[in-house]
């Protein structure tokens, strides 16, 4: 594993086999997609921390099993507390409905406890 799929790794827990094919098959798109998640997780006017509350709110939203058990792994992993993330799941019930807060509240009891 090279050492943009290490920190990749490590800012969203698992990397998506999508990203080691696209690699080999696609180097140049991997190049552009790599740099581009360097930019937007970057600490700037929004802190890496904050930035995954965002993310595992929109995951939630969508209901994607991967990707709010990825981001959450790498809140967890950024040290990102328990109650950060259920303020953002109540973002995401306001804005997207029960479903939602209910997806996302599931996926971090499972992964943080209760």
Do not use: C, N
Request: no cysteine.
């Amino acid at each position: 594993m090279d050492e943009q799929m290490k920190e990749l790794e490590g800012k969203i827990g698992k990397v998506p086999k999508i990203f080691a094919e696209l690699k080999d098959l696609e180097p140049e798109v991997y190049e552009k997609v790599m740099g581009l998640d360097q930019l937007v997780w970057a600490d700037g006017a929004l802190s890496k921390q904050t930035k995954k509350v965002i993310a595992i709110a929109i995951a939630a939203a969508l209901r994607d099993r991967h990707a709010v058990r990825a981001q959450m792994a790498g809140a967890k992993h950024l040290g990102v507390k328990k109650e950060e993330i259920e303020e953002g799941l109540r973002v995401a019930f306001l804005l997207a409905g029960m479903p939602a807060y209910v997806y996302g509240k599931a996926a971090l009891e499972e992964m943080m406890g209760k």
